[in-house]
């Protein structure tokens, strides 16, 4: 199987920070890297797809990058609804995997 | 729109069988989508536990492959799981997704998921 790692595991920051959230695969996957956020108690929803496509309808405030084996997620100018839960997840493989998570906290 | 929406028991007893289903609902099963089930356990991280296409064939999680069989009803426009002899660890929240056959892909859209008890 395919390891994602997130770094940090959580941080903390304020309404307008930007914040760096970093995901490292085990393995070369290309560009075949997404990521999402999941509020509480709600199913996760896609920000980023392909590394560094900006999915239909999210703010312009997150971006992606990166290829290979690592990449980033950067939030720039943290809204109060970004307190959350942000997974990477690959698809090079058909046996998905995702990161452990890196929870953003006020 | 796709929607999915997962059904299913709230509390299954340790060794029993747990049984979900996701209704799709704004798009048909058969077009080129695999079809997927994942969880979360409490205060934990995303776990894929396996899919199905609308040929009937699946992709399993290694770990859990021994218990599970995921399926489609075509007739109903639906897909099931079942994960049998189950334990304290299999409780978790249950989500249906869905994602394409062919890269790149992603999951899009998420069912808004069911929380699974095992417990006697």
């Known amino acids: 199987d395919i390891q994602l790692t997130q770094s940090p595991s959580s941080l903390s920051a304020s309404v307008g920070d930007r914040v760096t959230i970093t995901c490292r695969a085990s393995?070369?996957?290309?560009?075949?890297l997404n990521w999402y956020r999941q509020r509480p108690g709600k199913a996760p929803n896609l920000l980023i797809n392909?590394?560094?496509n900006l999915q239909s309808g999210v703010p312009s405030r997150f971006s992606g990058s990166g290829s290979g084996t690592d990449f980033t997620l950067t939030i720039s100018g943290l809204q109060p609804e970004d307190f959350a839960t942000y997974y990477c997840?690959?698809?090079?493989?058909?046996?998905?995997?995702f990161g452990g998570g890196t929870q953003v906290e006020v | 729109q796709v929607q999915l929406q997962e059904s299913g028991p709230g509390l299954v007893k340790p060794s029993g069988t747990l049984s979900l289903t996701c209704e799709v609902s704004?798009?048909?099963?058969?077009?080129?989508?695999?079809w997927s089930w994942l969880r979360q356990s409490p205060g934990k991280g995303l776990e894929w536990i396996g899919e199905?296409?609308?040929?009937?064939?699946?992709l399993y999680n290694q770990s859990l492959k021994s218990r599970l069989t995921i399926f489609v009803d075509k007739s109903k426009n639906q897909f099931s799981l079942k994960l049998a002899s189950v334990t304290a660890a299999d409780t978790a929240v249950y989500y249906c997704?869905?994602?394409?056959?062919?890269?790149?892909?992603?999951?899009?859209?998420w069912s808004p998921g069911t929380l699974v008890t095992v417990s006697s």
């Open positions: 392909t590394a560094s």
């Open positions: 997840q690959q698809s090079f493989n058909s046996l998905i995997t």
């Open positions: 704004g798009s048909s099963l058969e077009k080129t989508n695999w």
């Open positions: 199905v296409y609308h040929t009937g064939s699946t």
């Open positions: 393995r070369d996957i290309d560009i075949y």
């Open positions: 997704a869905s994602r394409e056959q062919l890269l790149p892909n992603w999951f899009d859209p």
